[in-house]
């Protein structure tokens, strides 16, 4: 492995900002309980309070509408399991009249899909929307789905794999026409794009730091006022009774800290992603033949690039490039190791072979154009190389087809 350690993978996770890192690392000195009534307590108790309304700014509410908790995945998991206790009886069954149905897409994050798929196994009517070929959910579709026993309709703001942005506020707006409950999985839209949860009409937003350089492990949930939410972790009374635990006062500076940045950068974010992204997907273009970017040319984040090399098996492109110190991803964090082709890929109709050969690059705030150059120079030959080594019989019928 050389030196050189070019990291194009951001979607996954990002490092601390160095402001994050400083402040967390002053705050470990802070160690009293925040819902403690002394002074130590109070000093925690600020500094969550603090952190609670700039991640409130960065999404466009008001602090009393966000409630912490340890990540994505929690955040997404409350939903469904307020969804599940809305949609049963006294007894734990689901409702045999009233609201008990789900809809959700077949491009969400694990974490929704499994929570849907837990829902389903319980005995609750799930219906998984499907995608154009952009990564796009149709709204006559939804629309046509939609009816008074909608319990509750969870869309991605923006897609890990592929970047796509849904339209939430036209969604939402479907949704709440019928009564129903909207959510939306935002974590990789918030601090790439601007969120705004209260014109986009969600009831319920999800949030995670460690995509906005912030630290791992601790993320919110946007809930409208007046929302229903039941907790998925019993105990204290800890942020009003909806999840409980002692608080990760630290953790919870270091989100807090990392969307104040995340909001007063935004625009030179979205800039400086955003050109980089352009510039590797032209030199990918024009050094490699045969190649098809996935996603939407325009409606996506400004840091993802996933790209398709026909004749080529994704998982040699990630090592081969890794060797060369470049660190991308094939279709998600979650997915990889395993042999499965991306969920996401061939739901917005790419083959099983080729969804095999693709490549997540996603970029952030430590990329330079001199990384983007190294990154295009360096995938050619490897591209070439692999599909030189190709066994796979179909390689040259998928190269014609998207010449
Ligand atoms: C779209 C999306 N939702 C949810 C999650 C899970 O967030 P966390 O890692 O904070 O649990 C991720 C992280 O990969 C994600 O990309």
Redesign the pocket.
């Known amino acids: 492995m050389g030196e050189k350690r070019i990291y194009l993978d951001y ?2 996770t990002t490092p601390l900002r160095p402001e994050v890192r400083e402040a967390m690392i002053h705050d470990f000195e802070v160690y009293g309980n925040a819902s403690s009534m002394h002074g130590s307590g109070r000093l925690a108790h600020n500094r969550v309070e603090e952190a609670r309304e700039a991640v409130a700014a960065l999404i466009g509410t008001a602090a009393e509408t966000i409630t912490f908790t340890s ?4 955040s ?1 998991n409350t939903v469904f399991e307020t969804a599940r206790v809305l949609g049963s009886g006294p007894d734990g069954r689901v409702l045999e009249s009233g609201r008990t149905e789900i809809i959700t897409t077949t491009i969400e ?1 694990p ?1 929704v899909l499994n929570s849907a798929e837990y829902l389903k196994s319980l005995g609750f009517p799930v219906r998984f929307l499907g995608v154009d070929e952009y990564g796009r959910i149709n709204l006559d579709e939804l629309e046509s789905l939609l009816s008074d026993k909608t319990l509750l309709v969870s869309v ?1 703001m923006a897609n ?1 794999e592929i970047g796509t942005v849904q339209n939430i506020k036209k969604i939402a707006g479907l949704v709440k026409a019928r009564g129903a409950l909207m959510h939306s ?1 935002g ?2 839209a918030t601090g790439k794009i601007p969120v705004n949860v209260e014109e986009l009409g969600v009831d319920y937003f ?1 949030v ?1 730091a ?2 906005i350089y912030g630290p791992k492990g601790i ?1 919110g949930l946007y809930i409208r006022k007046k929302a229903p939410v039941f907790p998925l972790i019993h105990g204290g009374h800890q942020e009003d009774g909806r999840r409980a635990g002692t608080y990760n006062n630290t953790g919870i500076l270091g989100f807090g800290r990392a969307a104040e940045l995340a909001r007063r950068d935004l625009s030179a974010y979205m800039n400086h992603a955003g050109s980089l992204r352009d510039r590797l997907r032209e030199g990918l273009f024009k050094t490699i033949p045969n190649i098809k970017m996935n996603g939407h040319p325009e409606d996506t984040v400004p840091n993802t690039l996933n790209v398709s090399f026909p004749g080529a098996e994704g998982e040699s492109i990630l090592l081969s490039l890794d060797m060369e110190g470049i660190e991308v991803s094939t279709g ?3 997915a990889s190791g395993s042999l499965e082709a991306s969920h996401v890929l061939l739901a917005i109709g790419v083959g099983p072979e080729l969804a095999h050969g693709s490549i997540r690059f996603s970029l952030g705030w430590g990329t330079t154009a001199e990384d983007i150059d190294y990154t295009v120079e360096r995938t050619g030959p490897i591209i070439a190389r692999l599909r030189a080594m190709s066994s796979v019989p179909s390689a040259r019928t998928e190269e014609r087809h998207y010449a």
Do not use: I, L, W, Y
């Open positions: 979607n996954a990540g994505g995945s929690e997404n994050h974490c991605m890990n999985d974590v990789q999800t995670s460690h995509k993320g998600s964090a979650c």
